[in-house]
């Protein structure tokens, strides 16, 4: 079984940063791509971005140029690295590995 939690969420102006860190139990999702997802009210979870064990990526055109993913394999962690946020990218945003999710965290961008 593995843990995802997520941390690093609040309440930010438009044009502001964040930077959401997942931390995973155990060391087998060092093995596998992880993503960073995210649902706002109303809507259906989508990706966010992704990233394999060997560090390629891959973000969703919407958050392309403004937000990086990166992982640290020896401590078991995913970052998400926002900037220029705006009011659409309000959501709670999710970790996933493999099949699990964590419980996810708040993003609030708002004057």
């Known amino acids: 079984q593995v843990q995802l939690v997520e941390s690093g969420g609040g309440l930010v102006q438009p044009g502001g940063s964040l930077r959401l860190s997942c931390a995973a139990s155990?060391?087998?999702?060092?093995?596998?791509?992880m993503g960073w997802y995210r649902q706002a009210p109303g809507h259906e979870r989508e990706l966010v971005a992704a990233?394999?064990?060997?560090?390629?990526?891959n973000y969703a055109d919407s958050v392309k140029g403004r937000f990086t993913i990166s992982r640290d394999n020896a401590n078991n962690t995913l970052y998400l690295q926002m900037n220029s946020l705006k009011p659409e990218d309000t959501a709670i945003y999710y970790c996933?590995?493999?099949?699990?999710w964590g419980k996810g965290t708040l993003v609030t961008v708002s004057s």
């Open positions: 990233i394999t064990s060997g560090g390629y990526t």
């Open positions: 155990g060391r087998i999702c060092s093995i596998f791509a």
């Open positions: 996933k590995c493999m099949a699990y």
